[in-house]
């Protein structure tokens, strides 16, 4: 009988240390619930803060100019309406979403005017892409996600958010934004998360953070849940799934020499790596272990990944649903494809730049490196201000 015991002892206590290193251990890794944060790489004499930006969820720079792109709404807007995490109250949302330019040469802020954008409700941004036509250095395509409010008398509670994806064109250093379609396909873009456009300004990936507008899992069950998907559309051919069975995908980026696509998962603290078909379909190719919670992802000139992350995803989930003055410790991976020759060693190579518990930068869902002008621009969803630092 001691001898039976024993057995099922030892079979209990190696099955749940197998559940603990592929299941929990990972999601307690993720979530940051043992972790501590460790303030180091960025140095408060070297950074500045813009105030006249705010709740900026996505930034991307036009690197060849300097200029840097934010699709920026109000903190208590994001609050209200921000259908990534479930809050879906249309009423109380922002009238004045915008999306602006940050010149650092001069410090010049300008709010981009929106020429013909006919539409009977005020844009909601989120993710967004500046994309340099391939026929014009000159010219640039904007995609900008926008979650509008579904048609009248349809509850968003219930119908969830009438998300759409916008194309614009403009001209560096132009003050406003021309409109050239509004992409709608509600069983493709479904909860539209981060949009990645081509040169031609017809097509653009983007990723869907859910699968369906309204979700009755559980959020922590639902963010662990490989329901996530990567859309495909273009102007004259239609919307398509491209990938799906994803952990909550969340930023994507492309690279500019050839056909690979990054896409963040958020809870799952990873980055996969696409390359591009004929059929514009995406091959998976490899996995980049982070380890911690994922947003955004940007490309320097330079070629390196750049990733926003969350070190402790309690103090996010606090500032997003509860209190924009909430702090959130932040942190900054670099990626870069890895040189050494050994069979055995990873295809990239993964830095810790900076990790901040709030003081410098706060809640930053994106980060995009100037690697001309030394620069690293970081702002968020609902924080308070753009964070520029000298690196």
């Not at 015991?5 to 603990?20: E, K, P, R």
């Not at 509600?186 to 309204?214: C, E, L, R, W």
């Not at 380890?291 to 402790?312: E, I």
């Amino acid at each position: 009988m001691a001898g039976f015991v024993a057995t099922v002892s030892c079979v209990v206590f190696a099955s749940l240390a197998i559940l603990y290193q592929i299941y929990l251990g990972p999601v307690l890794e993720v979530l940051g619930l043992l972790r501590t944060v460790q303030t180091f790489g960025l140095d408060a004499a070297t950074c500045k803060k813009i105030p006249e930006l705010q709740a900026c969820e996505k930034i991307v720079l036009h690197q060849p100019s300097g200029l840097l792109y934010l699709a920026c709404s109000t903190p208590e807007s994001r609050l209200v309406w921000t259908p990534a995490m479930g809050q879906l109250n249309a009423k109380e949302r922002s009238n004045g979403d915008y999306v602006a330019t940050y010149d650092p040469t001069t410090s010049t802020i300008t709010h981009l005017q929106l020429e013909n954008f006919i539409s009977d409700q005020p844009i909601s941004v989120h993710g967004m892409d500046v994309v340099t036509s391939a026929s014009n250095a000159n010219e640039l395509f904007v995609y900008l996600i926008n979650h509008r409010a579904p048609p009248a008398g349809q509850d968003p509670k219930k119908v969830g958010a009438d998300s759409v994806i916008e194309v614009f064109k403009t001209t560096v250093f132009a003050d406003r934004l021309v409109h050239m379609e509004t992409v709608r396909d509600p069983a493709m873009i479904i909860s539209p998360n981060d949009v990645s456009g081509q040169a031609d300004g017809k097509g653009f990936y983007f990723t869907n953070d859910h699968s369906s507008k309204i979700t009755h899992t559980p959020a922590i069950l639902s963010a662990f849940s490989a329901t996530t998907s990567i859309g495909y559309c273009h102007l004259d051919h239609g919307c398509k799934i491209v990938a799906s069975g994803l952990l909550s995908s969340n930023g994507i980026v492309k690279a500019s020499s050839n056909d690979t696509i990054f896409v963040s998962s958020n809870m799952g603290g990873t980055i996969s790596v696409f390359e591009r078909q004929r059929n514009d379909s995406l091959l998976s190719t490899d996995v980049i272990h982070i380890g911690q919670a994922l947003d955004n992802l940007s490309l320097d000139s330079r070629g390196q990944l750049w990733v926003a992350a969350f070190p402790k995803v309690r103090h996010m989930v606090e500032h997003l649903a509860k209190n924009p003055y909430h702090i959130a410790p932040v942190a900054a991976f670099r990626i870069s494809a890895n040189t050494r020759t050994s069979s055995y060693a990873e295809n990239y190579y993964v830095e810790k730049v900076f990790e901040d518990d709030g003081t410098i930068v706060s809640a930053s869902t994106s980060i995009s490196h100037d690697s001309e002008q030394g620069l690293l621009y970081m702002h968020g969803i609902a924080a308070q201000h753009l964070t520029v630092c000298r690196v």
